[in-house]
């Protein structure tokens, strides 16, 4: 029988740093445990910031030659629906000011709508106060939650802006 127990700290082990510093040289995977179950995965912070940054390039690899509403479409449902993009900055996507400085998007790039939306309340969702749709069809789904992605993109006035935001969220 295989025990986990090296595997397992509880918030009382880290009185005793030592043992801490023996599992992690020993294991590759330490779960720290709250209220009798394992609740956070402790890894080196090199490796989480070249995990996420990783996961992110991974995203955004091959994607950056198709057209620039492709390009974004394609970049941002992967992100948001994998939840690479962290919860607070997706509420800012959701914020027109936000939206203009970090993208130069005239829109919000997010509209959260509810989660059973029907086709028809998708449809009125995504149009703007004079019938102009201005967002995908397609919701994205991630916290628990449904959005629709702004479609409005122009190579010359989005792609710098674009690039430079996925910087900032490779090194978050």
């Known amino acids: 029988m295989y025990s986990f127990e090296k595997q397992f700290i509880s918030l009382g ?22 209220d009798y179950e394992p609740k956070y995965a402790l890894v080196p912070i090199e490796e989480a910031k070249e995990t996420k940054e990783t996961k992110v390039k991974d995203v955004v690899e091959g994607k950056e030659e198709k057209k620039i509403g492709k390009y974004i479409k394609d970049t ?3 992100l948001i629906e994998k939840e690479l993009i962290p919860f607070e900055e997706v509420e800012r996507l959701k914020d027109k000011k936000y939206s203009k400085k970090a993208l130069n998007s005239n829109y919000p790039v997010l509209k959260e709508i509810s989660n059973d939306a029907s086709e028809e309340e998708v449809d009125k969702a995504k149009r ?3 019938g102009y749709g201005r967002y995908y069809k397609t919701p994205i789904k991630a916290y628990g939650r449904t959005y629709l992605l702004v479609s409005q993109w122009v190579e010359n006035q989005h792609r710098k802006y674009f690039s430079k935001w996925i910087e900032t969220l490779k090194n978050r």
Do not use: A, G, Q, T
Request: glycine share 0%; hydrophobic share 35%; aromatic share 10%.
């Open 13 to 34: 082990d880290f009185k005793e740093p030592e043992r801490i510093r023996e599992l992690i040289n020993k294991c590759s995977n330490i779960y720290l445990i709250v």
């Open 76 to 78: 941002l449902f992967d």
């Open 128 to 130: 703007d106060e004079r």
